[in-house]
């Protein structure tokens, strides 16, 4: 007996066509941190690194620890937004700790890693489904989230132009008595805002948005955390500056509020060098040395320590549980923590990568190198320098792999890491950084088991909006070297001096070498694509027992060579599957053992999260809806399956009059049915190809694979084949399934030819259903009606309004009212079907996937004998529901 297998054959690379709408947006970013780090090499133009050095020493200790308070309330009012988001939305079903802790976390986490909607997003995603909330309620509460940090961001601003409006220095037009009415208006609509909230209970509705807001004082607590975080975090750089620095207040929070918002647009890693570059510009501080320093400071106090304070925390929480068995603070922080490690860390592991890339670009001390050059020799110096950079680019592309929870790239953050250290004091004794790198690797160590995932590609495979932001880091870390470097002679010598006080040719030729690697990745991200699907392995045998004694007869879809299994241990149930994008999709339910079943589908769940993929289930029925519930799922209905019982179908009576016409016609035009074997199937195999090419030549379609038959030669000699004869030649053929104790039988492939009849779709059924019933079958399945059954009820979900509206009017595309009504003829029972995925933006995405699985089928494994059939891609998004 064959053992369940999966494939794990590295799929050789392919190239594909860019994407150049998903490029857009990073691209954006690319040019607006390219501006940003132009605009500061002008602003910076006479100051150097030793002054900045100086400047930072400069900071009065006062100011720092006024800056930390200012950091801490800051904090604390991102936590009041999600406190205040969650009882609008969802009023006691989360605690308000669990709620502050998640919107500070994820603040925390994309303040420092960048991407705020997409990381802070999906990690409040985790931490609120694992409290029991649906993906509307969570998609609304970090909506309002974001809300009241926008809505603060328009107060302030509105309040700075009204205030000070000569104070705005962020361009050098502007009419005072305009920036008074924007103002104005600012406040009117923000005021407008809060009375329409006080007011009773309110939701907005835009489109497909509809937000309950907070009611009364919910409302006001609302703007006045947003307002307080942003009065906090910028009195947190504020106290930093120097003295005089920073005119008016109106000009300086107009100016600090334009950094951030500029930093999130440009995709780097908490705005880097972008929020430098609008802070100094807009205020005017090129010329100043104690500028730079102060946003140093602040990088360090409002980016750093919070996440530093929390990977920490977790740490030692996760300590002490793990070895005292303690539950610290209660089950719900635990829920909180883990779907915080991953993205804590990728962050931390990220920071580590700029550590080594910026010790690498600046000067190294005279006294560590003197003493260096006296124990080792010159190229091991030349070497860990170069070594050391390239680990730590290495270490900003493994941090996605962190953050997707991968395996493979936590042994290679591990890895990194004290190699890292290793360079970093062979390099020139820099025991501060290789302390830094040490202690991420033991707090690495210690969330071993929050990295379980195991796909065959992707740990080290980048996302455009992730190439932008590796290559903005390093982009701004080269400027920091020749900034650092400003004062040397740059000639064509320096690149060949090799000498242990060489700082320069060392950082020019680390930067080439850099750059010559940031090239490769992004070839390798932009370009170079792992196929999605690869040929299937050999069915096993046990399916084919099971698929044989299964009385469900879509089972036999299992037999077409185009899916993956995953076996019970027993061998007495199986899922079938395939990959296809970012989805790991199932075809139907578990086919075996009810018990051995439910077992399995969840054992499909794990295989999907373990390869970082969405689980999807395709075409189940509603009988095993809860299990998939139970899963976090959410069910899509794909329409209603028509299943005619044989036991009382007849050509007898009123409502059947057509079909008795159907069956006289054919007789009088000599339309008779047969029966072939399997074993005489190849023997007509000649003329089915003939009458299959026909079909489709006239239908203007192409193969499908996955949940429908193709034809295949090897497919259609594993089963008995009916045929409509005229005159002695075949006119129409359908593969039949046949379900266990005759329960039910079916048809998959069915191809005629377009001129033989009118009725010849009819004549078929109609002669398969009375040869079915004179065999003792109990059900004859008739297929999917897609789309049908679908309420269109203002107050049911979106999916269902959309496809009920695509059912009346996209009869120009399907005609799914048409093929309902084919089916209906026959008087069958109809019983819904379903598409089960994750929620939320998981949805389109699946719908996509699914989609494209059906619609391109994938290589099959054959039997001795068998060809592959070329196949096209077609995107008609609405034949999911097929």
Not at 196 to 215: K, Q, V
Not at 836 to 845: A, H, M, S
């Amino acid at each position: 007996m064959s053992s369940p297998s999966h494939d794990t054959s590295e799929p050789a690379p392919i190239v594909a066509g860019l994407h150049l709408p998903r490029l857009v947006p990073p691209l954006i970013g690319l040019v607006i941190a390219g501006l940003a780090l132009f605009a500061l090499e002008h602003l910076l133009a006479a100051v150097t690194l030793s002054d900045v050095t100086s400047a930072l020493t400069t900071i009065a200790p006062q100011r720092i620890v006024l800056a930390i308070l200012a950091t801490t309330a800051s904090f604390v009012a991102l936590g009041l937004y999600d406190i205040v988001a969650t009882r609008s939305v969802a009023p006691g079903k989360v605690p308000p700790h669990v709620a502050g802790a998640a919107g500070a976390a994820g603040y925390a986490v994309s303040n420092a890693l960048g991407f705020p909607l997409l990381t802070g997003g999906a990690l409040r995603w985790r931490i609120y489904a694992a409290e029991g909330l649906g993906a509307a309620d969570i998609a609304r509460i970090v909506t309002i989230s974001w809300g009241a940090l926008f809505t603060a961001i328009v107060t302030v601003i509105s309040a700075a132009l009204i205030i000070d409006p000569a104070g705005i220095r962020l361009w050098p037009w502007h009419d005072v008595r305009i920036e008074v009415a924007v103002g104005g208006v600012g406040l009117t609509l923000v005021a407008a805002l809060l009375v329409f909230m006080a007011t009773g209970p309110r939701r907005l509705r835009f489109g497909r948005l509809d937000l309950p807001l907070p009611e009364g004082a919910s409302g006001s607590a609302y703007l006045a955390a947003g307002v307080a975080d942003i009065i906090a975090a910028g009195a947190a750089l504020y106290l930093l500056l120097p003295e005089g620095s920073t005119g008016s207040l109106a000009g300086f929070a107009v100016t600090y509020l334009v950094a951030i918002l500029l930093g999130i647009a440009s995709h780097a890693p908490g705005g880097l060098g972008v929020f430098e570059a609008t802070i100094i510009g807009g205020l005017g501080l090129g010329e100043t040395p104690e500028a730079l320093a102060a946003l140093l400071a602040y990088r360090l106090i409002y980016t750093f320590l919070p996440l530093v304070v929390a990977v920490a925390g977790i740490a030692v929480m996760e300590l002490l549980h793990r070895f005292t068995g303690i539950e610290i603070a209660g089950r719900a922080v635990g829920r909180v923590l883990k779907p915080v490690v991953p993205p804590a860390m990728a962050t931390v592991v990220f920071l580590g990568g700029i550590v080594l890339l910026v010790s690498g670009s600046t000067p190294a001390l005279t006294d560590r190198i003197d003493l260096l050059s006296d124990v080792v020799p010159l190229p091991f110096v030349e070497a860990s320098h170069l070594a050391a950079s390239l680990v730590g680019a290495a270490l900003l592309v493994v941090a996605r792999g962190l953050y997707l929870r991968m395996t493979r790239a936590y042994v290679a953050a591990v890895g990194l890491l004290a190699a890292g250290a290793v360079f970093s004091l062979g390099k020139g004794l820099d025991w501060e950084e290789a302390l830094v790198l040490t202690l991420t690797c033991a707090v690495l160590l210690v969330f071993r088991r929050a990295f379980y995932r195991r796909p065959r590609e992707g740990a080290f495979h980048l996302s455009p909006r992730w190439l932008v932001m590796v290559t903005v880091t390093v982009a701004a870390i080269t400027w920091l070297g020749f900034f650092a470097y400003r004062e040397v002679d740059y000639q064509n010598a320096l690149w060949w001096q090799f000498a242990f006080d060489s700082a320069v040719p060392r950082f020019l030729r680390t930067t080439v070498v850099l750059f010559a690697a940031l090239a490769l990745v992004g070839i390798d991200t932009l370009l170079v694509r792992r196929p999605e699907r690869t040929p299937a392995p050999p069915v096993p045998e046990a399916v084919e027992a099971l698929v044989a004694g299964s009385r469900d007869a879509s089972a036999a879809l299992a037999l077409l060579g185009d899916k993956q299994f995953l076996v019970s241990r027993n061998s007495d149930a199986f899922v079938m599957y395939a990959r296809s994008g970012g989805s790991l999709i199932a075809l139907g339910d578990a086919v075996g053992n009810p018990e051995a079943c439910v077992r399995l589908a969840w054992r499909f769940r794990e295989l999907a999260d373990q390869q970082g993929l969405r689980p999807i289930f395709y075409a189940v029925g509603a009988a095993s809806l809860p299990r998939y519930l139970d899963m976090g799922l959410t069910a899509l209905k794909l329409g209603e399956v028509a299943r005619v019982d044989l036991q009382a179908f007849s050509l007898t009576g009123s409502a059947r009059q057509e079909l008795r016409y159907v069956d006289r016609r054919a007789d009088k035009e000599g339309l008779a049915l047969r029966v072939v074997p399997k074993d005489e199937v190849p023997a007509i195999l000649p003329r089915l190809k003939v009458v299959s090419d026909e079909w489709l030549a006239a239908k203007g379609g192409t193969e499908k694979g996955f949940s429908l038959g193709s034809f295949d030669e090897d497919y259609l000699s594993a089963f008995d084949c009916a045929v409509l004869e005229k005159e002695g030649e075949i006119v129409a053929f359908a593969n039949l399934w046949r379900g266990a104790d005759k329960e039910e039988i079916t048809i998959d492939l069915m191809r005629y030819v377009s001129g033989a009849s009118k009725i010849i779709m009819d004549a078929l059924f109609v002669k398969l259903m009375l040869a079915a019933k004179a065999e003792g079958y109990r059900w004859f399945n008739l297929g999917a009606a897609p789309l049908a059954g679908l309420v269109s009820h203002p107050l049911a979900s979106r999916w269902n309004r959309l496809g009920a509206l695509i059912y009346r009017r996209g009869g120009e595309v399907y005609h799914f009212e048409g093929l309902r009504a084919f089916k209906a003829k026959f008087l069958p029972e109809w019983t819904p079907h379903y598409l089960i995925c994750p929620p939320g933006l998981d949805v389109p995405r699946a719908l996509v996937d699914v989609t494209r699985l059906i619609n391109s089928p994938r290589p099959r494994m054959k039997r001795a004998g068998g060809h592959p059939v070329k196949t096209t891609v077609t995107s008609r998004l609405m034949e999911v529901a097929l």
